[in-house]
């Protein structure tokens, strides 16, 4: 059977430039979160640094609903784990962090050539999801208990 | 482009194998079953366990799934939730986070060479994702602002449905598009891909946009409600619904997914509910056991393994289910 694409509205060019760019900023923000996480684990587990939640304590609160957990505690919400990067456990949330983040990144890199391109569409795709992405990350909606 | 469609609700990316894999196979499914039972039977023992024997069991169950979740061709992190969420002392609050950054870790993985394959494609995904990604938000605070019991029996239903899914979904390799709709037009939602397997290029373009972005707004929801993977919702709403090729339909869900877990990920983060201890065993064991998984493609049975996922899936999802109701708990 011939399926036959309409291509009258296919960009001028770059498709895989597009493409290409995502893929080299995702594949670095990707790696680099995933290094995070192993070093910070390894770090906390072997109590190199010391973690805000005793290691001993943790099977008597991970049955918890996070409230009560938070309340017990004292774990940060919103972005007050930034203050408590010494504590071996909050650390290991930076490399959860870089991989939450890496696609915002992925997005920013494509605007230059959605811009180049007059590709309004998409650049503004591209926004809105970034938007979307940073409304989420800043907490608006429910940041902390 | 003379491209053949294709329907087969049956068929495997794998070739036949004979008993020796099949023995492997249900051996494997065997330990995972034997690891998640063994580990709920535990369970009552919380207090006396040390600290560290649930992290490496979690390791370990991860690991397992990571292997099977690839010739199941279903996503780790729909198998994550379930399992975890049923056979280990983990509220499903933390079980949840940890699930969406297993699902977000291993779609991360996976993009960049799917995205230079042309498999993902960019320009199809990022309408979808931002409708997606805008609602797991919202799926993710009324995730956890819902009674426990509530999320817990509707995490049964939904994965008892992902069972029927995978039972009853058709797949169809190339979908027949005769004219692609005005939105889908406008955003140019189309390209090429090379089939790997023919060496073949298919153009593709798609149909149905707008109920396409309306699907994908509701499965953003469950992903964020539910802080598993929506691959096995992706997929079929990409190929069949609005008639993308399969491959480039598999490829593309894990472009989605990684915006979509990474918005409903912020979520869990900003509230707390994400412990490296719950999360970095996961994240670790899944993406390892997927490469072992992908090595083991023409060693393992694809419809076995299937046969046994749809098992401990159909087990984990009535486990959810009457611990929700308040049954079994």
Redesign the interface.
């Known amino acids: 059977?011939?399926?036959?694409?309409?291509?009258?509205?296919?960009?001028a060019d770059g498709?895989?430039e597009?493409?290409?760019r995502?893929?080299?900023v995702?594949?670095w923000?990707?790696r680099i979160?995933?290094a995070l996480?192993?070093v910070?684990?390894a770090l906390?587990?072997s109590g190199l640094l010391p973690p805000q939640v005793p290691?001993?304590r943790?099977?008597?609160l991970?049955?918890?609903?996070?409230a009560q957990?938070?309340a017990q505690t004292g774990?940060?919400?919103?972005?007050r784990w930034l203050a408590l990067l010494h504590h071996g456990?909050v650390l290991?949330?930076v490399g959860?962090?870089v991989?939450?983040?890496?696609?915002?990144l992925c997005l920013l890199s494509?605007l230059p050539l959605y811009r180049k391109r007059g590709d309004r569409?998409?650049l503004g795709?591209?926004l809105?999801?970034v938007a979307?992405?940073l409304?989420?990350?800043a907490?608006v909606?429910?940041?902390?208990? | 482009m003379p491209v053949r469609p294709h329907h087969d609700p049956t068929a495997s990316p794998l070739p036949p194998v004979g008993t020796a894999p099949r023995t492997r196979t249900v051996g494997l499914g065997s330990i995972l079953l034997l690891l998640t039972t063994s580990a709920h039977a535990a369970s009552g023992a919380v207090a006396a366990t040390p600290w560290w024997i649930w992290p490496a069991a979690l390791f370990v169950a991860c690991f397992l799934m990571g292997i099977v979740a690839v010739p199941a061709g279903i996503g780790g992190g729909t198998l994550f939730v379930p399992i975890v969420g049923s056979f280990f002392p983990f509220h499903l609050d933390f079980v949840r986070g940890a699930g969406l950054l297993v699902a977000l870790a291993s779609a991360l993985a996976a993009a960049p060479m799917l995205m230079r394959g042309g498999l993902a494609s960019v320009r199809l995904a990022l309408p979808l994702a931002l409708v997606a990604s805008a609602s797991s938000i919202g799926g993710a605070l009324l995730g956890l602002a819902l009674p426990v019991a509530a999320v817990q029996t509707a995490l049964g239903l939904i994965v008892l449905g992902i069972v029927a899914l995978m039972l009853a979904a058709r797949k169809s390799e190339f979908p027949t598009v005769a004219a692609p709709d005005a939105l889908g037009r406008a955003l140019a939602l189309h390209g090429v891909f090379t089939d790997g397997a023919t060496g073949r290029h298919i153009d593709w373009q798609v149909h149905r946009t707008p109920l396409g972005l309306f699907v994908f707004l509701l499965i953003g929801v469950l992903a964020g409600l539910f802080g598993i993977g929506a691959g096995w919702a992706n997929v079929p709403a990409l190929n069949l619904l609005m008639g993308a090729p399969l491959k480039v339909s598999a490829g593309t869900s894990g472009l989605v997914l990684s915006l979509v877990d990474s918005s409903a990920a912020w979520v869990y983060l900003n509230q707390g509910a994400v412990l490296p201890m719950i999360a970095v065993p996961s994240v670790v064991g899944m993406m390892l056991g997927a490469k072992i998984g992908a090595r083991l493609l023409h060693v393992l049975s694809g419809a076995v393994i299937r046969r046994l996922v749809i098992g401990v899936l159909l087990f984990a999802g009535m486990r959810a289910l009457l611990k929700g109701l308040g049954v079994w708990t």
């Open positions: 059977m011939d399926v036959k694409p309409n291509l009258a509205h296919a960009p498709g895989d597009v493409q290409l995502y893929a080299r995702l594949g923000g990707t979160g995933l996480l192993l910070s684990f906390y587990v290691l001993q943790l099977p008597q991970w049955h918890q609903p996070v957990y938070l774990a940060p919400t919103g972005w456990d290991g949330l959860i962090a991989l939450a983040g890496c696609s915002g494509l569409a998409y795709l591209c809105a999801q979307v992405l409304v989420a990350a907490g909606f429910g940041g902390s208990h």
